[in-house]
């Protein structure tokens, strides 16, 4: 074997056995629990990799094609298709990179041709023309690589200047609290920063901005779970804000799925699962707990809180928002307003609407729905308001957004609660319905083109909602003032899906946070580096540590079995080096047993929203046989 064939074969080998050994490990990994899905693709990629390099040798080739040309053509190939794969994201190459099933299937014909005798013969002279200026071009490879290197290492110390932060001091004895911090929480659902970003870039999104500008943004890492109904993993809304609330896996908090079972012992299917509630938490929520400590809090919007659990706050669920339309929602608003026995299983305390009814006026009546969308969308689509597409997806979700958005000012302003939380849905819901149609997608405008709609009016549709939740944003920030805390973050990302999919977008992990005010500090979270992946580096922050991060700023002791951490990388370090952080053993609890009546009048509401998000099939939502449900 020639030199260079050897140099071939041995770089060959020592990529197929490392990726046989990671492969191998995050097997087993993946069997005992943990999610190293990443190293299974990656280095399986770099198994499939080294063994057709290795193949080469195998080969019989055309006249043309020695085995050392065969094997660096297939090595030559293997580099074009790794940089294509790294560079097209960030350089947005008109053309995706490919599938891991692609690349196989690329490479594997790639082999066959160079096998090919005749067909091979034209296709070994670029091959060859490159292996003859290799002598030239391996030097200047190698200082591109060494250049590389150090820019890399400059991003390492760089990192670990950015991620370096102060342990705060361990308190001891009970909590004092925080009397001085205030906190406006806002949850948009679905949103990430390959739709976020350009749109700041092209000040268009200026309140998200300005925050950026002013705190800390970065990546925040989803919490993948697996879905029992649907034997499926993923990021699942129902799981994720439960675990945002409480800084707990699902293994802990007990929420598992949209729907759980009646029956602790019963199978994971219909008709033996019930819509999930707050009596199937085994955790209690971040306001619950602030009550305690003298915290009041404001909640607009939460999966899972109905029926509502008492405590020194006020509560309004996301399950009372889910009407289908204005009227609709107005109707159920008047109805709490009137009979506070009604509203107590949708708010907390059941006389909020008498309050709030007046300063927050659901519009009625179809002129008044269509005024209220056109101003709403005002400058961000021209159809929007009046388009039949466009009407189905802003009717169904903005109404909701908007009357919780309306509810978070108004406690803003007269200054009720040190911490109000504003949950936005349709940033989540519009993705699933229109995220495939944006500019960027082929497949969008393949699916334009087939199903006759306007291109110029869905292709908007996801970023015009990400425009609103911003403007929208801006209005909470000038009712909050200079003084409070602000926290934006999301659950999870999206992605595209195939066109015969139940929804055209479906969640991907990998969400956004956006943190300012008195006690952030100014500062960016690098881009996830290679590094992470190998333990070297800490990992971009997690939703698991939303919760334990709130506790700390208000003072209010974290559990010592919270899965997630202070993200003291935020703070600014004299916050961190002057309070304390105290600590109690949990605050776990039994599932809850709590009157589901009043739900019932909701299933059917719900129900239609799950089996549209495609979280659910509509086989799942028929009446238990047994006589049970919520």
Request: glycine share 10%; charged share 20%; proline share 6%.
């Amino acid at each position: 074997m020639s030199g260079e064939q050897s140099l071939g074969f041995w770089f060959s080998l020592s990529a197929w056995l490392q990726g046989l050994l990671w492969f191998l490990i995050a097997w087993v990994g993946w069997l005992g629990g943990f999610d190293f899905g990443f190293f299974q693709a990656h280095e399986g990629w770099k198994l499939l990799a080294g063994a057709f390099v290795l193949q080469a040798f195998r080969l019989r080739g055309g006249p043309a094609w020695s085995p050392s040309l065969l094997s660096f053509g297939l090595w030559l190939w293997i580099l074009a298709l790794g940089v294509w794969d790294f560079l097209g994201p960030r350089w947005q190459f008109p053309f995706p990179g490919t599938s891991y099933g692609g690349f196989a299937a690329s490479l594997g014909l790639f082999a066959w041709l160079m096998d090919a005798g005749a067909v091979g013969g034209p296709l070994a002279l670029p091959v060859q023309a490159v292996r003859r200026s290799f002598r030239i071009v391996f030097p200047i490879l190698v200082c591109v690589l060494v250049a590389i290197g150090v820019w890399t290492g400059e991003n390492w110390r760089s990192y670990q200047r950015q991620t370096q932060a102060t342990e705060p001091p361990v308190g001891q004895g009970p909590s004092p609290g925080r009397a001085s911090s205030k906190l406006l929480f806002v949850g948009l659902d679905g949103a990430h920063w390959e739709v976020a970003k350009p749109l700041v870039d092209a000040g268009l999104m200026p309140n998200l901005a300005s925050l950026m500008a002013r705190g800390h943004s970065g990546a925040l890492e989803s919490h993948r779970s697996y879905r029992p109904t649907k034997d499926r993993w993923g990021w699942w809304s129902a799981v994720v804000w439960t675990s945002i609330a409480t800084g707990l896996g699902e293994s802990k908090h007990g929420i598992l799925d949209f729907q759980m079972r009646e029956d602790e012992s019963g199978p994971w299917k219909s008709p033996n699962l019930v819509l999930t509630h707050r009596g199937h938490w085994q955790a209690r929520p971040f306001w619950e707990i602030f009550a305690e400590y003298g915290i009041r809090c404001s909640v607009f919007g939460w999966w899972n809180t109905a029926p509502v659990v008492p405590f020194e706050g006020e509560l309004v669920t996301l399950d009372i928002g889910r009407q289908n339309g204005c009227d609709a929602l107005a109707a159920v608003i008047d109805r709490c307003a009137e009979n506070p026995e009604t509203a107590a299983a949708w708010m907390h305390p059941p006389e909020l609407m008498q309050h709030y009814r007046s300063k927050v006026r659901i519009p009625s009546g179809q002129e008044e729905v269509d005024a209220f969308l056109r101003q709403e969308l005002l400058d961000l689509d021209r159809n929007a308001g009046t388009e039949e597409a466009a009407e189905e997806i802003f009717r169904r979700i903005v109404h909701q957004d908007w009357y919780f958005k309306e509810l978070s000012r108004v406690a803003l302003l007269e200054d009720r609660s040190r911490l109000v939380v504003f949950y936005c849905e349709g940033t989540d819901s519009v993705q699933h319905h229109y995220y495939q149609y944006r500019a960027d997608s082929l497949e969008g405008a393949r699916l334009m083109y087939e199903r006759g709609e306007e291109p110029e009016r869905l292709r908007d549709m996801v970023d015009n909602y990400y425009r609103l939740a911003d403007r929208w944003l801006g209005e909470l920030l000038e009712a909050a003032g200079p003084e409070w805390n602000i926290m934006v973050v999301s659950d999870h990302g999206h992605r595209h899906t195939y066109e015969n999919s139940k929804r055209l977008s479906d969640h991907k992990g990998g969400g956004l946070y956006v943190v300012a005010g008195p006690d952030f500090q100014q500062g960016s979270w690098p881009e996830p580096a290679i590094w992470q992946n190998w333990g070297l580096m800490p990992k971009e922050p997690s939703i698991l540590d939303l919760a334990p991060t709130m506790h700390y700023l208000f003072g209010v002791p974290l559990a010592e079995d919270m899965d997630g951490k202070v993200q003291t990388a935020w703070l600014k370090p004299e916050l961190v080096q002057s309070l304390a952080l105290y600590q109690v053993p949990t605050y776990r609890q039994q599932a809850l047993d709590l009157p589901l009546e009043a739900l019932q009048a909701n299933r059917e509401e719900m129900n239609a929203f799950l089996n549209e998000m495609g979280y659910t099939d509509a086989e799942d939502d028929e009446e238990p046989e047994n006589g049970g449900g919520e």
